[in-house]
């Protein structure tokens, strides 16, 4: 039986003390409540926020996707002292409180600024608080980072000198990029995917602000469903929910793991 080294143990129950810290919240959600009392919860709304949350989340994946693929062929092969300073912009929506970034969205978007009147001019009928559209820009501003340093972190690590390889052996650029990189950052890509995924379900603050209600099905996201449960009708119903939430998403992201594996076995 192979001998553990000394740090293995010292390490040991900050590892167990972290893990308690994480499941111990989560096992309280889950167990709060009755089984029963969960049910009899579905029926306040909880599952038709869900669907909307998680559609709008996978969308919002979807576009931190397409713009991460240019964005770090870019930033990657530009190494001008502009470009870095430009690159860290890119982790400043993390700094920045949530509810401050509804604020900035309102004051970009907003038919009476100038880009939303901008808008207004090319689609006379455009709306933005309260719709999908707000959602959608809020939560891609927010999230897109953790897409575009995953990538980013795969690419100039594993993925950039196969690329190279591949044009020294005579290959065009698009082709060593295509044929070589792309497949090689699919886990990068679906990792990526998740973690804006995530991201995206957990945004309250900023969606307080933009999309209190989507019109016209007067639709809560999840995090602001459960906030005006908790605010309305106190903890009981807030706790169902926040578990009914739990429980899906750790089933959801359990299969996308799952699938993680699968595509690189």
Do not use: C
């Amino acid at each position: 039986m192979k001998r553990r080294e000394y740090l293995y143990y010292l390490f040991l129950p900050f590892f167990v003390i972290y893990l308690l810290f994480l499941l111990i919240p989560i096992i309280r959600v889950i167990t709060f409540e009755s089984f029963s009392y969960i049910l009899e919860d579905s029926s306040t709304g909880i599952w038709t926020s869900l669907y909307y949350t998680y559609g709008l989340a996978f969308i919002v994946s979807l576009l931190s996707i397409g713009f991460a693929i240019p964005y770090v062929y870019f930033i990657s092969r530009n190494r001008s002292r502009t470009a870095r300073a430009l690159d860290s912009l890119i982790e400043l929506p993390i700094m920045i409180p949530h509810t401050v970034v509804g604020i900035m969205m309102l004051i970009t978007f907003e038919p009476t600024m100038p880009l939303g009147h901008l808008i207004t001019e090319i689609y006379p009928d455009y709306v933005f608080d309260d719709t999908f559209f707000a959602v959608i820009v809020t939560l891609f501003f927010l999230s897109s980072t953790y897409t575009i340093r995953t990538v980013q972190v795969s690419y100039l690590k594993n993925t950039m000198k196969y690329e190279s390889v591949g044009r020294t052996l005579g290959m065009k650029p698009w082709q060593s990029y295509f044929s070589i990189s792309l497949p090689l950052m699919k886990r990068a890509l679906l990792r990526g995917m998740i973690l804006s995924w995530a991201r995206s379900i957990s945004e309250v603050g900023s969606i307080l602000i933009v999309a209190y209600y989507i019109f016209p099905g007067f639709i809560h996201l999840a995090g602001v469903f459960i906030y005006s449960q908790f605010i309305g009708t106190g903890l009981p119903l807030a706790v169902a929910s926040s578990s009914i939430l739990i429980f899906t998403g750790v089933i959801i992201l359990l299969l996308m793991k799952i699938l993680e594996r699968e595509d690189n076995a």
